[in-house]
């Protein structure tokens, strides 16, 4: 337990850095938004990414996902268009909280300290061969940066765009966000049950995992789905609040997946079956 807290420590302190060096950079950066806000999202990303590299744990990033959203849904609301309705600014602001103070309490939890790595991070690196550390840099921490704040962007859409009132597809979108976190939680907690009483071989077939072979991935792109239509409702003919659910999407239908499923493939036997009766992301009754 000391081992671990030092290392919670240790995050701690590369988050204060790697949040500071971003906010310096959008305090000093002579750019419109919400490009000010990206290049402080990388240059965040850039310092995670040094301390990945000093401690030799790419695990540092894996706080980040959830870290950053609610940073930048306060520092656009701060910087929001004086005519936005603020109800809906506010809820949204809420909900995206609400997400990231569950996602990286749960992350924080189960992490097992600095002597653990996400499995898939060697993989990567060992995959790319000399380019291990390029593909380190691209793919774990750059790629679901830029994912993420396209992910933000209906965020920004409702910070100063979001002049109408509350309507019928904010209500819509308010219950698929929070139905989303309220999947993700009974999943993760029906997990984090089952792997306490695990016998070698076996895999959760149970409660929400009956139905969906990764409920948690489902309702982590239904949070990302729900954010989309709150841009929506504030900016439907602007294509860039589109793309953010949508890359959730494709990524964890093609790539987060069919990773997961061969690796569970090949150390239990038996899920190849599994696989073949359940659904992989929506939750849909067992094939018999």
């Given at each position: 337990m000391a081992n671990k807290a030092s290392a919670l420590g240790l995050i701690t302190v590369a988050y204060v850095v790697c949040v500071a060096a971003g906010l310096a950079a959008l305090v000093n950066l002579n750019m419109v938004e919400p490009w000010n806000a990206f290049i402080a999202d990388v240059v965040a990303t850039v310092v995670i990414f040094g301390f990945s590299l000093a401690f030799r744990n790419s695990s540092f990033y894996d706080a980040y996902w959830s870290v950053i959203p609610p940073l930048l849904a306060l520092w656009w609301f701060a910087h929001r268009a004086p005519d936005i309705d603020t109800t809906r600014a506010w809820l949204v602001i809420a909900l995206v909280w609400l997400w990231a103070i569950r996602l990286t309490a749960n992350w924080a939890t189960f992490w097992?300290?600095?002597s653990h790595e996400d499995w898939r991070y060697?993989?990567?690196r060992s995959r790319a061969g000399k380019y291990g550390v390029l593909a380190d840099f691209a793919g774990i921490h750059l790629f679901p940066t830029i994912q993420v704040f396209l992910g933000c962007l209906p965020i920004y859409a409702v910070m100063t765009r979001g002049t109408a009132p509350l309507g019928t597809?904010?209500?819509i979108a308010a219950i698929v966000t929070f139905g989303a976190i309220a999947i993700e939680l009974i999943a993760d907690l029906q997990l984090h049950a089952f792997i306490k009483t695990?016998?070698?071989g076996t895999f959760i077939t149970s409660g929400l995992w009956a139905w969906s072979r990764h409920p948690n991935y489902f309702g982590e792109v239904s949070f990302w789905w729900g954010l989309m239509l709150?841009?929506?409702a504030?900016?439907?003919d602007q294509w860039w609040v589109y793309t953010g659910a949508a890359a959730m999407a494709l990524m964890f239908q093609f790539?987060?997946?069919p990773?997961?499923?061969e690796r569970s493939a090949e150390r239990r036997p038996a899920y190849r079956e599994h696989m073949r009766k359940v659904s992989a992301l929506v939750p849909w009754p067992p094939k018999k």
């Open positions: 097992e300290g600095l060697p993989l990567v597809l904010d209500i695990r016998k070698p709150f841009g929506v504030v900016a439907p790539a987060s997946i990773l997961m499923d």
